[in-house]
């Protein structure tokens, strides 16, 4: 495996034609009392895509994620993106930083700085990391999988493979939605490579082993009906995107304010913002988001994990558990979210944290408060 530079750029025929398609809309009509209980708020769309036609400035976005240090490498026959970015401390340790949806590697630039130079931003200077950041295949400026079959599971065999090729044996692994299952997927595959596990999301179809004896605490059954409940009402998205996702796929790809529609309601939903998206997040960096899912062309192969989730799930054995230590941080707005003792059924919990604020993208909702929860776990297992 040898890793290239990589710079991110995209085509100048892409963005004409996307400039065409947003100058020519084809608006649902909007119910008088519709607003985000129906989907996306119209007129909120409405105005996003006006400043996303006239204000935007994706050249400059794209300069800006530049600034951090890109490679893209060759790793069992898939190419992977990934930003690595050197600590600045004594000893920094390699960390790897595992994306979802509907995120992407740009979910994660805020965090980067208070991992690799902790010194800079409050922290000491020994906690520092080396950072990678991929783009999970199917996502970003990664490879797309021609055929069924790329699993978190298999991402974690990449993954792995990736970072051995970068010279790191051993590393920590963080990752929130997706990304939790790509960790836990690892830490089940490939134990020994571990030297810690810090999630802020348990993969949605973790279920671990319970013999039929097994007693639950009343906060795991309770859990369990709110989950049930958060599926029935919430769900929606999943159920299409785990069992056809491909018809709705198409008609993302063929509309960019169809894709910001889908992708930026999550973002109000399942941030912390009180119902007001851009209290958490600017119309830059909504924007950038979609971008690189529409300049990329992967919000089907985006979409299509879910099916391999499903096909696959996080389902451990009679005797299988996560033996590798774990760190959990959980944000208030993460939700459905289990409780601590269904955790410790399938995860070796060594540490537990409660967040005041933040919700599904903590990287970019909390990057101090996650950052330092990460340096504080990881302190004690460092080689």
């Known amino acids: 495996m040898k890793p290239e530079p990589f710079t991110l750029r995209v085509e100048e025929s892409v963005l004409q034609d996307l400039q065409r398609r947003l100058d020519g809309v084809h608006w649902i009509p909007e119910l008088v009392d519709g607003g985000w209980s129906w989907g996306a708020d119209l007129p909120y769309l409405r105005s996003l895509v006006a400043y996303w036609r006239h204000g935007f400035d994706w050249r400059a976005r794209v300069e800006a994620l530049n600034r951090f240090s890109h490679f893209r490498a060759r790793v069992q026959g898939t190419g992977i993106h990934f930003i690595r970015e050197r600590g600045k401390g004594p000893a920094p340790v390699p960390l790897l930083i595992t994306h979802g949806w509907p995120g992407s590697f740009a979910e994660m630039t805020r965090i980067l700085p208070h991992l690799t130079d902790p010194a800079s931003h409050g922290g000491r200077a020994e906690d520092a990391f080396d950072v990678v950041v991929p783009s999970m295949p199917g996502f970003g400026f990664s490879d797309v999988p021609t055929s069924s079959g790329t699993s978190v599971f298999a ?4 993954f792995v493979a990736l970072m051995a090729g970068l010279g790191y044996e051993r590393f920590f692994a963080q990752g929130g939605d997706f990304g939790a299952g790509v ?13 810690g596990l810090h999630l ?27 989950q049930e409940a958060w599926y029935e009402q919430e769900g929606g998205y ?3 995107q785990g069992t056809r996702p491909d018809c709705l796929s ?19 939903a399942w ?16 924007l950038t988001n979609v971008m690189i899912y529409w300049c990329t062309g992967t919000i089907a192969s985006a979409n299509r994990l879910y099916v391999e989730g499903r096909r696959r799930p996080m389902r451990l054995a009679r005797g299988q558990r996560v033996s590798v230590p774990t760190a959990v941080a959980r944000f208030p707005l993460e939700a459905p979210f289990p409780p601590r003792a269904w955790v410790e059924r399938g995860y070796d919990v060594v540490r537990w944290t409660e967040m005041p604020r933040g919700g599904h993208f903590a990287a970019l909702e909390e990057p101090e408060l996650l950052a330092q929860d990460v340096r504080e776990f990881c302190r004690k297992w460092r080689e």
Request: with cysteine; net charge negative.
């Open 155 to 158: 991402m974690a065999d990449l």
């Open 183 to 195: 960790s836990t997927a690892l830490a089940l595959g490939h134990p020994s490579r571990l030297l």
């Open 200 to 226: 802020n999301y348990i993969p949605g179809s973790y279920l671990p082993h319970l013999e039929p004896e097994a007693e639950l605490a009343g906060e795991e059954t309770s859990f369990l009906r709110e």
């Open 238 to 240: 999943s159920h299409v």
């Open 250 to 268: 198409v008609a993302l790809q063929d509309s960019p304010v169809g894709l910001a529609a889908w992708i930026i309601e999550k973002f109000r």
């Open 271 to 286: 941030g912390d913002c009180n119902g007001d998206v851009e209290s958490r997040f600017s119309k830059d960096e909504l």
